[in-house]
């Protein structure tokens, strides 16, 4: 891959939380963090929390997600 990026924003939103669990969807953002990671190893991660949503259907997953996401931090 001849890019070589300073920093990925890696944004999900409502849309993925559909009908997965607030796991599932972490585990799917954890694997495309992990595969910027082994690809880019000097390119810097931000991935950003859902945004509250004021729908029933989605508000109760939107902060075990986002508590789930925030594990993903590399201490960095």
Do not use: C
């Not at 849309?15 to 669990?21: A, E, F, W």
């Amino acid at each position: 891959d001849p890019l070589k990026p300073k920093m990925v924003l890696l944004m999900i939103g409502t849309n993925n939380l559909g009908s997965s669990d607030p796991e599932a969807v972490a585990y799917g953002v954890w694997s495309i963090v992990d595969q910027i990671r082994r690809t880019h190893p000097e390119t810097r991660v931000l991935v950003q929390g859902i945004f509250p949503k004021t729908t029933p259907k989605h508000t109760e997953k939107v902060a075990p997600t986002n508590a789930l996401l925030a594990k993903l931090d590399d201490g960095k």
